[in-house]
RNA sequence: CGGGGCGUAGCGCAGCCGGGUUAGCGCGCCUGGUUCGGGACCAGGAGGUCGGCGGUUCGAAUCCGCCCGCCCCGACCA
C-alpha cells in the first residue's frame, strides 16, 4: 500500500482527558475514530490488526474442531423471557420493537440463541459433542463506556458454545478452550495471566479468566507469589491480613470526636485495625449486627448472598434500637443477633462503641464480650491479605480481561428444553460450557503491552504492516527507483505500506513510530550514494547499514528474529 | 445513578468571570515560492447555526433556565 494513497489519519493531538495509552494511540495512530460513546469505526489500519486477530482466532478454534456459524444480532424478546434473563439483564440490553410492536434486543450474548439451535436440531447421544463458534459485533449497553474499545457499546466478540453429553465431556470442552486460549494469546504477542473469576449473570459451576496486565485495566487481581493461586478478587475468600493486640479488661472511654474510624482512629493513637466496625443491619425488619475489623469495608454484594433481604439500619432506627448514635454503638450489652467477618476471628483488644455517645470501650475481646453466632466472609478484600491456601501475602495487579470460559452446566439447556437421549433411551439436558474473546480488547491490550513516548510497537504477530518502506525525499529520482524496487521485491513475501508521501522526513519518522510497524526501511539520500539502505527495528531503535543488494535477505534476517 | 470537567472551523485550544466593531490562536487543508535525515519557513486563501431550545437585554459565545452530547472518577456490571 502506498501512503500517498491509503487511508491514515494519523493526529498530532487528541483531547487531553484521554487517559489510557491504548485510547490515545488508538486515535493519533489513526486506528479508531469514535462516533458516541462507546461507539468505534475501525479505520483500514485498525481493521488490519483485527482480521489479523480474527485469523489467529478462527485458525486455533478450528484445530480444536470447533465449527464456525453466525448467528443474528436482532433478536426477539420471547427467547430471552424463556431464561428470565429479559429481566435478568437490566438496561444493559439493548431494547427495540419492530413495526408489528414486536419487543427485540440487540444481544449482548448468545446462549438463548444458540441453545435453540441445538434442542431443535440435535436428539441423539451420538451427534455430541459440538463445539460452535462466531465472531460477531455484540450490543451491551454499559453503564460507562470507558478506555475506547477497553469497555464499548458495541464490541466484536468471538464466541463459542460447548455441548456435552456430560460433567466429563465438559470438563473435556473446557480444556479444549483453555489450550485453544493460551495459544491464541501467545500468537498474539501477549502475556496473559489465568485467574478464576466469578460467575455471575452467566450462571455456571468454574469460570476462569485470561487477564493482562496493565494500569488501564478496571479488573484487579491477586496472585500468591509463593503458590501461584490467582483470582479475580471478585471471587476470592481471602485471608486477613495479620493483627494482634493486647488482651485486656472491658474499659469505657471518652470520645468527644465524629464517630468515624479514622477520627477515633487518630484521637486515640491506634490503628484503624485496632478499631471494631459496629454496623446495625435489619434483616428481614429485625436487628441484627455486623461487626468488621475497622480496616475493612463491607461488601454488599457478598452480605446479599449471606443473608439475602438485608438492609443498613438508618440513623434513627439505630438511635431508637441501641440508644445512641452510629459510631458509638457495639453489640456489647445489646441482645440482637451478632454475626462478625472472618477479620475479627481471633483477635483481641479490639475498640468500639460503648453505645452511648462520646464514649468507646476499649479492651474488646469478641469472643468473650459476644454472643457471635457465626463467622462470615463479608469483606472486600484489601492489599495486605493473605492467601487462603498458604497465608502468604498477596500481590495485586490491575488487568484487563481478554477472555472468560465458563462451564455453564444445564442453566440453558434446561429452561430452553435442550435434551438428548442417551444409550438407554433416556432424556438428559445437554451440559454445556461458553467461551468468549474480546478482539478490540486484544487489540487496545498490545498496546498497552507495547508502546514507548513515541507511540505503538506491535507485535510481529498482529501488525497491520510487517514492514514501512520510507523513502525520505520522494522528488529525488535514484531514491524513488529503489524505493519502487523494494516496495515489489519484498512485496512479494511481506505486506508493506510504502511512504512515499511528498512531506519532510521528520514527519514521516514520526508517524512511523506513532503507528509502529516492526521494521522500518529508509532510504535517503546519504546512503543512496553510498549504495546502502537502513533497516530500523521500531522497538530497539536499532538501525542497520545494509547495502541495497542484500537487503531482502537482512529483512528476512530481521523479520525472523522478531 | 452520584461527583468532577468539558462542548467555539477537520483536530487541539483561548475568549465567557466584569455582555458592545468584522469571534481569535496553533495544527491541518488549498495556491505559489524557498527548504528537505526526526512533525520547516514566507506570502496569499478557503473554512464557524460559538452543542440545541427558550429567556433577560437596545445588544448574548459571554448572564439565567431547560435539554442534548462527550471525557474522567465512583457506584454498578461482564
Redesign the pocket.
Known amino acids: 500500500m502506498r501512503w500517498s494513497k491509503a487511508f491514515i ?12 495509552v491504548s ?1 490515545r494511540l488508538l486515535l ?1 495512530a489513526g486506528l479508531i475514530k ?6 468505534y469505526t475501525y479505520l483500514p489500519l485498525g481493521w488490519r490488526v483485527l482480521k489479523k486477530i480474527r485469523e489467529i482466532i478462527t485458525k486455533e478454534m478450528d484445530r480444536i474442531g470447533a465449527q464456525e456459524l453466525l448467528m443474528p444480532a436482532l433478536t426477539p424478546s420471547s427467547i430471552w423471557k424463556e431464561t428470565g434473563r429479559w429481566e ?3 438496561d ?1 440490553m439493548f431494547r427495540l420493537s419492530d413495526r408489528k410492536n414486536s419487543e427485540m434486543a440487540l444481544a ?2 448468545h446462549e438463548e440463541i444458540i441453545t435453540t439451535v441445538i434442542r431443535d436440531e440435535i436428539r441423539s447421544y451420538r451427534s455430541l459433542p459440538q463445539v460452535w463458534y462466531q465472531i460477531q459485533i455484540k450490543y ?1 449497553d ?7 474499545v477497553l ?1 464499548a457499546r458495541t464490541f466484536i466478540m468471538k464466541d463459542s458454545y460447548s455441548f456435552d453429553r456430560d460433567r466429563k465431556g465438559l470438563d473435556k470442552s473446557f480444556s479444549l478452550h483453555e489450550e485453544a486460549y493460551r495459544r491464541i494469546f501467545s500468537l498474539c504477542g501477549l502475556t496473559t495471566t489465568e485467574v478464576t ?2 460467575i ?3 450462571g455456571g459451576s468454574e469460570s476462569k ?1 485470561f487477564m493482562i496486565d496493565s494500569p ?1 485495566g ?2 484487579r487481581i491477586t496472585v500468591c507469589p509463593n503458590c501461584g493461586l490467582a483470582s ?1 478478587i ?1 471471587a476470592i475468600s481471602t485471608l486477613p491480613s495479620k493483627a494482634n493486640f493486647k488482651d485486656g479488661e472491658l474499659e469505657k472511654i471518652h470520645t468527644p470526636v465524629p464517630g468515624s474510624v479514622n477520627e477515633i482512629s487518630r484521637f486515640l493513637g491506634l490503628p484503624p485495625t485496632q478499631l471494631m466496625k459496629s454496623l446495625l443491619y435489619m434483616k428481614d425488619d429485625k436487628p441484627i449486627w455486623i461487626v468488621i475489623r475497622g480496616d475493612y469495608e463491607i ?3 457478598k452480605l446479599k448472598r449471606e443473608f439475602e433481604e438485608i438492609r443498613i439500619a438508618s440513623e434513627e432506627e439505630v438511635k431508637k434500637l441501641v440508644g445512641a448514635s452510629i459510631g458509638y454503638v457495639s453489640p456489647i450489652g445489646s441482645n440482637y443477633p451478632v454475626y462478625a467477618d472472618l477479620s475479627i476471628k481471633g483477635i483481641k483488644g479490639l475498640v468500639s462503641g460503648a453505645n452511648e455517645d462520646d464514649y468507646h470501650l476499649k479492651g474488646i475481646n469478641p469472643e468473650r464480650d459476644m454472643d457471635i453466632k457465626d463467622f462470615v466472609d463479608i469483606r472486600i478484600p484489601e492489599k495486605g491479605d493473605l492467601c487462603p491456601e498458604c497465608h502468604t501475602e498477596l500481590s495485586w495487579r490491575n488487568v484487563i ?1 481478554l477472555g ?1 470460559i465458563f462451564k455453564l452446566g444445564t442453566k440453558y439447556s434446561s429452561s430452553l428444553g435442550a435434551f438428548y437421549l442417551d444409550e438407554n433411551g433416556k432424556e438428559k439436558p445437554i451440559v454445556m460450557g461458553s467461551y ?1 474473546i474480546g478482539l478490540e480488547r486484544i487489540m487496545a491490550a498490545a498496546i498497552e503491552q507495547s508502546h514507548d513516548e ?2 505503538i510497537i506491535w507485535p510481529k504477530e498482529i501488525t497491520p504492516y510487517h514492514l514501512l518502506i520510507l523513502n ?4 529525488d529520482s535514484k531514491g524513488v527507483a529503489l524505493a519502487e524496487d523494494l516496495y515489489r521485491l519484498l512485496g512479494k513475501d511481506y505486506e508493506v505500506l510504502y511512504d512515499d508521501r ?13 503507528i509502529g510497524i516492526p521494521l ?1 526501511i ?7 550514494e553510498k549504495g ?3 533497516i ?1 527495528n521500531r522497538k530497539t ?1 536499532e ?1 542497520e547499514e545494509v547495502p541495497q543488494k542484500i537487503a531482502k535477505e537482512v529483512v528476512n534476517r530481521l523479520w525472523e528474529n522478531l
Open positions: 489519519p494519523t493526529k498530532k493531538e487528541v483531547p487531553k482527558e484521554t487517559e489510557s485510547h493519533r469514535p462516533l458516541a460513546a462507546g461507539i435478568e439483564y437490566g444493559e449482548p450474548t451491551r454499559e453503564i460507562r463506556p470507558r478506555g475506547a469497555r473469576a466469578p455471575d449473570i452467566m479468566e488501564s478496571e479488573d479475580n471478585e461488601n454488599e454484594e480481561e472468560h468468549g513515541r507511540g525520505l525525499n520522494a522528488s511528498k512531506v519532510r522526513a521528520g514527519y514521516k519518522f514520526n508517524d512511523a513510530d506513532l522500518q529508509i532510504i535517503g539520500s546519504k546512503g543512496l546502502i539502505i537502513e530500523k531503535g538501525a
